[in-house]
Nanobody, 123 residues
């Protein structure tokens, strides 16, 4: 599986970005994808995940009500719509393949990762 993130950038607080995770090398009939954020010197922390088999989604508490995860089976892409961005949302955002989507999600459940896309939110 090959994952490519895009859509990051520099935005002012209160602004929006939409991240994309394009998937190739696997069938996309059913997928479980997570988004994580990492800042220098820290571990990747979970942001959101989606399980296409039952439509289940999960959001970390800091992003609930502001971020929305969705998938497009035709484009083989998962999106993370980020609204009302805050400076603390700054970091490199990674998507990851085939991990369980539940409140206890963590990077240890995922084996395949994209290269990441930088999100910087200025105050």
């Amino acid at each position: 599986v090959h994952l490519v993130e895009s859509g990051g950038g520099l935005v002012q607080a209160g602004g929006s970005l939409r991240l994309s995770c394009a998937v190739s090398g696997v069938t996309f009939d059913s997928y479980d994808i997570g988004w994580f954020r990492q800042v220098p010197g820290k571990e990747r922390v979970p942001v959101s995940c989606i399980s296409s088999s039952d439509g289940r989604t999960h959001y970390a508490d800091p992003v609930k009500g502001r971020f929305t995860i969705s998938g497009d089976n035709v484009k083989k892409t998962v999106y993370l719509q980020m609204n009302s961005l805050k400076p603390e949302d700054t970091g490199v955002y990674y998507c990851a393949w085939d991990g369980p989507c539940f409140p206890g999600m963590s990077e240890g459940y995922y084996d395949d990762w994209g290269q990441g896309t930088q999100v910087t939110v200025s105050s």
